[in-house]
């Protein structure tokens, strides 16, 4: 360890010495005060994605270092993730500061919290080794589990955490029992030197599939694939809103990362196996997630199933184990966090008086209460479901072409159906924002921030749509494309 490897790992460091501050500086507030906590948790974001843009990946210097012994990698994949992991959590600060203040619950632990969490994608995002991977995966799902129960007198909540921390430890078990044995394959725990080891072993080493398959199943439970989804809808429904649009959004930009970094990185030569295990769980996911969604009248259930369909769509790319098709579902995982946090931020705006809008009949004429915020969610709803010229057409179009080029043409055919038949669903909101009566017909407010924020974020879904090129090309990049 010397100064250049603390330099690497400034943003992590950033985020860490900031998360343990504000535990400090609430200690010292009053209620009225406590904006100060939301203004240090924005500073924090900020000043951790300025470090990260002026590192060497934006500057046109090494393409990839290594730090602490190859434990942690800082290359233009990881900073562009981690770049987008600020600016999503930055507007789920935002966000979530209305729900805080209108559900009574103000307080410096959500945003601690968060802080670990983005702490653990980051190190996600930059693992090395083995240990650096379980690492950040575990500092992730502790806090979430955290998170999901923070409404205390919430007994969905405290179910869903319930479940959530059942399961999460059944996969991680997983996932580490596959890790020892690959650890007892390759005598190592380091990414480089397991994939040396795998190309000297061989693609058809029993311990290698084996530990392969537990790792395979680990990576699919954080992504929500079928059939290892159980936990998603639970946990979306019984957390609160402004906790569903972290685990929605921000852990699913680390999970891309675990997965190339895992399986690409340092399981590449096994592909022939880890691709059709990726093959079943994209398919069941994107058929299973846009059917279930059909039938939801819950609007936060039926975005969780929405969120299984989308990262089918994300394993799509994934599948021919290329640089182009990691581009394309690394360009697909960011827009999904950005479509995903304003969807969840429409539910916080029209709770009130301690009750979510988690209802679909809750968005009934939406337009005519608030015709801005419709327009909003209405742009949110195109996107989704890939319609022309929004960003998440682009995303879909992007990973089918990859699914086209590696020859899996009925995979490719199976996505447009399921994808056209996932319109359904998000047109239905639509519909009841600009053809039904509202039911509630009170007024729909939020401070001129909430508003900014969320007004960027429409721009983003938008503007990332008509100019997709230059993040398509930041992502393509990426990867050496």
């Not at 959590?89 to 500061?97: C, E, P, R, T, W």
């Not at 089918?400 to 043409?409: F, N, P, S």
């Not at 039911?439 to 749509?465: H, K, R, W």
Request: charged share 10%.
């Amino acid at each position: 360890m010397n100064s250049a490897h603390m330099m690497l790992a400034a943003p992590e460091l950033v985020v860490l010495i900031m998360a343990c501050v504000i535990m400090v500086v609430d200690l010292f507030l009053n209620d009225q005060r406590r904006g100060i906590i939301h203004m240090l948790a924005l500073l924090t974001v900020i000043f951790a994605a300025i470090i990260t843009l002026r590192g060497d990946s934006f500057s046109g210097g090494a393409l990839s270092v290594t730090a602490f012994d190859g434990s942690f990698i800082r290359d233009p994949m990881g900073d562009v993730l981690k770049v987008f992991s600020f600016v999503t959590m930055g507007l789920i600060f935002v966000y979530a500061k209305l729900y805080l203040r209108n559900f009574g619950i103000f307080r410096a632990d959500f945003y601690t919290l968060s802080l670990f969490s983005l702490l653990g994608v980051m190190l996600l995002i930059s693992a090395g080794s083995l240990v650096m991977v379980y690492l950040g995966l575990e500092l992730i799902s502790l806090s979430m589990y955290a998170l999901v129960a923070f409404r205390r007198e919430s007994r969905l909540g405290s179910e869903a955490a319930m479940k959530y921390f059942v399961l999460g430890s059944m996969a991680s078990g997983m996932l580490l029992y596959g890790m020892s044995m690959i650890y007892g394959a390759t005598g190592s725990l380091n990414l480089v030197d397991i994939a040396q080891a795998v190309q000297a072993r061989g693609a058809n080493d029993v311990m290698l599939v084996f530990g392969l398959v537990f790792i395979t199943v680990g990576v699919a439970f954080k992504f929500g694939l079928v059939p290892f989804h159980m936990w998603i809808p639970d946990v979306y429904h019984g957390a609160p809103a402004m906790v569903t649009l972290i685990i929605s959004s921000v852990p699913k930009l680390a999970a891309f990362a675990m997965i190339y970094r895992l399986l690409q990185s340092g399981l590449g030569d096994l592909h022939v196996h880890w691709q059709g295990m990726l093959e079943v769980l994209a398919c069941l996911s994107i058929i299973l997630g846009n059917l279930s969604a059909i039938m939801q009248t819950n609007i936060k259930r039926m975005l969780a199933y929405s969120t299984i369909s989308h990262m089918g769509f994300v394993m799509l790319g994934m599948l021919p184990g290329s640089a182009y098709g990691f581009g394309a579902s690394m360009y697909y995982v960011i827009v999904y966090a950005i479509m995903s946090v304003a969807s969840f931020a429409m539910i916080i705006v029209l709770s009130n008086n301690g009750v979510e809008a988690e209802n679909l009949d809750d968005f009934k004429g939406l337009n005519q209460r608030h015709p801005y915020y419709a327009a909003i969610m209405g742009l949110v709803m195109f996107s989704m479901a890939g319609v022309p010229p929004m960003v998440g057409f682009f995303a879909k179009f992007l990973v089918i072409k990859a699914v086209i080029d590696a020859g899996m043409m009925w995979l490719a055919i199976v996505a447009v159906i399921f994808a056209v038949v996932g319109a359904f669903y998000y047109l239905r909101v639509i519909k009841l924002m600009y053809f039904d009566e509202p039911e509630n017909v009170s007024e729909v407010q939020a401070p001129p921030d909430f508003g900014a924020a969320l007004t960027a974020n429409g721009l983003m879904i938008i503007g990332l749509g008509i100019f997709s090129s230059s993040l398509i090309a930041i992502c393509m990049t990426s990867f050496g494309v």
